[in-house]
């Protein structure tokens, strides 16, 4: 987990373009006096009115953006599903429309073809939609949900099983092999919710009709190196219940001999170019030959209890059944407003650590959850989800005041 911040106003809404005279001709965007040419010829002409964007675009009806700029925010998915909302904004330099995506700001510049562009300012590492090309879309459908719709237990058909705390942003996953536990995030940048697993994100990627999710690391395909997390993810494990798998198939798409799809006969997921297609109809990743789950209903479903205790699928309790409300706030090293060092923390345990540099933005350090000490009333201890084994000891003082590890005291200021 990088944040806390989760979006609660995913409403469930079926967001639909509306047909308006003006929507597909470049008059509708207002464009700067300077105007460049591509190679193909078509001009292209910088975006300075954000109501002009608003309305669906996509890219030949699968990746898609929505924009609302009344509302102050945009709806991303791509065509193998990750995606969420994120915040639009207006240049302080120009008022040019601008939106915030995976950590990078984005203007526009429209095409004389009426193809949109998003034109990422700066360079990094990550999933970017830099010059995308879409297109209005008037037919286009995106549906989202309020974060809870993805709390309880899922599970795919090898048994792995994830369990889903939205109120408190933690997980717990097990299956026959491992038991684990984490944090969720969701940055309000237009990727979505995320399970934060050790240092990597895993984005959930949803079904059409909101009862089912893949996972992906940003980008298509496998999400792990071993496996963990691939395939689809049920409400419930009811394989039965949300597919139809008497019209179920794989299949190579999109004009490609190599790209995998899965339909399982209500919902549709993008697996990548690195699966195969065995004799017997499943898909195989290449690399392993490990079948990917999906495409069968498992004859028992598998049971975490028996390999992991009675309270396997409800360990993302653990912290709601602790008060962690009077840490919620911002504490300062040494009560000192401007010192290097200071702790975030959240009325359900989250925290994060943060250090800052002369003249830099604060960098998060470290983030985890609180569990406090069985026996002192006044131990806790900080589990990292950043780092695997490291742990603070937390000693909770008289009045607004801790003891962190050994490190010095941190005081409430906000």
Known sequence: MKKWKKYGAFMFAMVMCLSLAACGSSDSIAASSEETENAEGDSEELVTDAASLDGMWSINGGTKLYFDSGGGHYIYRSYYGVGGRGEMSESPEDG?????????MYDFVLRSDGVL????????????????????????????????????????????????????????ASSPDYSMDGTLGDEGEGMGLYLYDNEDRAYLCASEDGNSFTLSSQYPGRYSDDGHFDGVFYRNGDIAAYTDLEKAKFYYGNGSDTWLWYNDGVNEYFLGDEYKIGDDGLAYYEADNKVYPGGWIPDEPYDPSVDWGENAQEETSINSENDFSHFEGIWYYDGDLSAETYIVMDASGNWSYYQRAPGAEPAEMDCGTLTQDADAANIYYAESTMYDGVSHQVFAGDGDVFLWDEEGNYYLME
Do not use: C, S
């Not at 040019?96 to 990078?104: A, D, Q, S, V």
């Open 96 to 104: 040019k429309p601008m939106m915030t995506f995976n950590g990078f």
């Open 117 to 172: 562009m998003p034109n990422q300012n700066g360079d990094g590492d990550g999933l970017n939609i830099h010059r995308n090309t879409f297109k209005r879309d008037d037919t286009a459908k995106l549906a989202e949900w309020e974060a809870n719709n993805w709390d309880g237990m899922w599970q795919n058909a090898v048994g792995e099983t994830i369990v889903i705390d939205t109120a408190n942003m933690i997980y717990t």
